[in-house]
């Protein structure tokens, strides 16, 4: 069973960048899709980025362009680069891993807190 522990949160102005970490434990990583997601204060869980064993992205509208999902095999990470950040992108941030077969999410980090204000 894998376990995720994300780390990287914090308080950036708008228009700055941060760059969130998930590390992984365990075995299968390298199988699974591993993906960020956010929630807001009142507000549903949301996709934020995705990447697939094989390589493949994707992003939610809201953030193409300015965020970077991108996964280490070997050190088992999974970063988010997030530039040109916006106020609206206050959230805890989550990663997780999906088995990719059936899909079904395995498990969920903590979270991490990020705050974009002045």
């Known amino acids: 069973q894998v376990q995720l522990v994300e780390s990287g949160g914090g308080l950036v102005q708008p228009g700055g960048s941060l760059r969130l970490s998930c590390a992984a434990s365990g075995s299968m990583f390298s199988f699974y899709t591993m993906g960020w997601y956010r929630q807001a204060p009142g507000k549903q869980r949301e996709l934020v980025a995705v990447?697939?064993?094989?390589?493949?992205?994707n992003y939610a509208d809201s953030v193409k362009g300015r965020f970077t999902i991108s996964r280490d095999k070997v050190k088992k990470m999974v970063y988010l680069q997030m530039n040109s950040l916006k106020p609206e992108d206050t959230a805890v941030y989550y990663c997780?891993?999906?088995?990719?077969?059936?899909?079904?999410?395995?498990?969920w980090g903590k979270g991490t807190l990020v705050t974009v204000s002045s």
């Open positions: 990447s697939t064993s094989g390589g493949s992205t």
């Open positions: 997780n891993a999906e088995d990719p077969i059936v899909r079904n999410i395995v498990t």
